[in-house]
């Protein structure tokens, strides 16, 4: 083997180790940036949106035309967890196949849920025993949820974010 | 932003939008990514022939041809088991694989006699067992991926793992050294001609099993508590666990006198601890308790010798490597050259003399390895593995239980933990103690606990990145099963 040859396999070896480093990075690189990117993954539907009028008309309580996309713990246990809202809803409780899953002696198996209807976000108290409360009130029937009111549940405590 | 003023047309459709964004699965992803570390492993199996042997080999890509079925066959099954599990754990685990695979097949080329070095067979020596070990390794994380369709199942089992990971730990010690003790530890169970590694298969028990107990009993360890210097101390009587697990590490110390595995143990605990409980003062009481621990074995092995003794030497040989080279420090101090000769870029792979560092195929492997990938290949290892431990923990962020996020964080943490342990050993950080570089060095056991471990994180990032369509209601379960627990949804009263 000609020394030329293997000089250029040792170094080709030692980029080729660094390059699939920097594409692992790369295909990861939209994860570390989920938080804080969020808003622009939504940018792009606006768009079209403003493009095609508003022709649906939007209930009463949500600030500023803003739908929600993001909800957000911001107490308790799992404060920090996001969940991207999508059209299905969202079912709260200490029961393992909820959505989102609160280990909270104070949340009841099946607690709390929460609806999309036409675009705004419902919460519903699904019979539990210490109560779901949208900011101080406590929630009885199917409740609209603005931007940022805090719903809380035992010591958790959420809010949806645009 | 201007364009926060425009109101969406629908609300749904946005959501919709990012819902499919978040949703993808990034399977291609992973599998472009496989396909560029398999060329790795290829590239390297053939500079090490053309070094070694002075020529490649017709037949040179054959263990790798073989690496990449396996591989790929796994990749499949994620595809359809895990479509969502995180694209960057497979292709970094694999490279890494294929990585030790190539250096110990290089490390038989080099021992095989001249004339017998073109013809050595792919599962001969112990590139070749180590092969064999990563095809069955393979196979039963794909196996576990089958049987463990959700991570929170084997919560289920957690008294029952965490009690076979006592069994496993505790087997070692009370056999016979006969029977378990290679060079000095006893962490073995050795048959015949074969020998296993228990401890390995217990770390991965008893972290479910912390993970589970902690989720039950996090409101009474972050709840109750003194506050000292401005930080929350538990009370005396919570302590119970942490101090139980301090002995049992304590106890593998000083019985199977292996300060590695017992740091891992304890490690891995404090850890989980913290993570449950979101409490500093647990990792301020578990590193006095392992720096007292640790001390305080040294300085009894120095006075009374006995069980402790073997750590005293160590501890000594890692203070000062040269002051018996050729004899206590031999194996550090050539680990040491080897990482010094190796320079920046390293001798090239085949280029260096591995086999003059004793046990380069287990615990020096990293030296070995540095030498001949130098320091700028090695560092590429190193942030290899940083990556595998960072998507642990992202998937412990993202899933929405909280036995995933304990159970996740815990096994990318140990992960980390053993890398540290041994890396930080051969470059004389701190004392050596014998851990595996996971999936790099030979040995079947360690190779087979860190692919399961791995694909307990191929599944629980699954669970975490998995899109919500129809959760709550119908959950999507692989496979469209009927909706689950119908009795125990609750009865809807319909208001006007």
């Known amino acids: 083997m000609p020394e030329l040859v293997i000089t250029v396999a040792r170094f080709g070896f030692l980029i080729l180790l660094w390059i699939f480093v920097f594409t692992v990075v790369g295909v990861i690189r939209r994860d570390l940036f989920a938080g804080a990117r969020s808003g622009r993954l939504v940018a792009a539907p606006r768009a079209v949106g403003a493009s095609t009028g508003q022709p649906l008309a939007k209930p009463a309580k949500v600030k500023r035309g803003r739908a929600a996309h993001q909800m957000v713990v911001t107490a308790g246990q799992l404060a920090g967890t996001r969940i991207t809202l999508g059209e299905s809803q969202i079912t709260i409780g200490r029961a393992e196949d909820s959505t989102l899953v609160i280990t909270d002696d104070y949340a009841s198996a099946r607690h709390a849920r929460l609806v999309p209807r036409d675009g705004q976000w419902f919460v519903e108290d699904l019979g539990s025993t210490n109560g779901t409360y949208l900011d101080r009130a406590k929630v009885t029937g199917p409740t609209p949820v603005p931007l940022g009111v805090p719903i809380r549940i035992g010591r958790t405590s959420l809010e949806l974010r645009p | 932003m201007t364009a926060a003023a425009v109101p969406a047309a629908s609300p749904a459709t946005t959501g919709e939008q990012s819902g499919v964004r978040m949703a993808r699965s990034r399977r291609n992803a992973e599998l472009s990514l496989l396909l560029l570390a398999l060329v790795i492993v290829a590239a390297y199996g053939a500079t090490v022939e053309a070094t070694v042997l002075d020529t490649v080999t017709p037949d040179f890509w054959v263990p790798t041809a073989v690496l990449a ?19 960057a754990l497979l292709p970094a685990v694999a490279l890494l694989n294929g990585i030790g695979v190539g250096f110990l097949r290089r490390l038989d080329l080099a021992k095989a006699a001249p004339g017998e070095r073109e013809s050595l067979a792919i599962f001969a020596g112990n590139g070749g067992r180590q092969f064999a070990w990563t095809l069955a390794s393979v196979f039963l994380a794909a196996v576990l991926l089958a ?6 199942s084997i919560s289920r089992y957690a008294y029952t793992l965490g009690l076979a990971g006592i069994v496993l730990v505790m087997i070692p010690a009370v056999l016979p050294a006969r029977y378990s003790e290679i060079y000095g530890a006893k ?24 993970a589970y107990y902690l989720v039950r009993k996090r409101e009474v360890l972050s709840l109750a508590s003194h506050r000292v210097l401005g930080i929350d101390f538990p009370r005396g009587r919570d302590l119970g666990p942490v101090l139980a697990v301090w002995v049992l590490s304590v106890l593998v110390l000083v019985f199977e006198k292996d300060l590695g595995t017992s740091l891992l143990y304890f490690g891995m605990f404090v850890v989980t601890l913290y993570i449950a409980t979101e409490r500093v003062s647990w990792l301020l009481i578990g590193l006095i308790l392992f720096f007292g621990g640790a001390y305080l074995a040294y300085v009894l092995g120095g006075v009374i010798g006995g069980p402790f003794e073997n750590f005293h030497l160590r501890a000594e040989i890692w203070l000062d490597p040269f002051a018996d080279p050729y004899e206590d420090g031999y194996q550090l101090v050539q680990g040491l050259l080897a990482l010094g000769s190796g320079g920046l870029f390293g001798a090239g792979p085949g280029g260096g003399q591995p086999l003059e560092i004793p046990e380069v195929q287990n615990d020096f492997i990293f030296a070995g390895i540095g030498e001949e990938i130098g320091l700028f290949g090695l560092s590429a290892l190193l942030v290899v593995y940083l990556l595998i431990v960072e998507r642990g923990l992202r998937a412990a962020l993202a899933v929405r239980d909280s036995f995933g996020k304990l159970l996740a964080g815990g096994l990318a943490f140990t992960l980390g933990l053993q890398v540290f342990v041994i890396v930080g050993g051969i470059s004389k950080l701190i004392p050596l103690t014998g851990q595996t570089t996971p999936f790099l060095s030979a040995g079947g056991s360690s190779l087979m606990a860190n692919w ?8 629980v990032s699954d669970g975490a990145r998995r899109p919500l369509a129809g959760a709550g209601g ?23």
């Not at chain 2, 079925?69 to 694209?87: G, Q, T």
């Not at chain 2, 009927?482 to 208001?495: F, M, S, W």
């Open chain 2, 187 to 210: 962490l073995w169970i050795r048959v015949g001609g074969f020998s296993i590694q228990p401890g390995e298969f217990a770390k991965l028990a008893l972290l479910v099993f912390f």
């Open chain 2, 69 to 87: 079925a396996v591989f790929l066959a796994l990749h499949v099954v994620i595809r359809f088991l895990a479509p969502f599990a995180d694209p």
């Open chain 2, 147 to 152: 049987l463990m369709r959700d991570h929170r």
């Open chain 2, 452 to 459: 399961l471990l791995i694909a307990v994180l191929l599944r």
């Open chain 2, 474 to 496: 119908s959950t999507a379960r692989p496979g469209g099963g009927p909706p689950e627990q119908l009795h125990g949804a609750p009865t809807e009263v319909i208001r006007p």
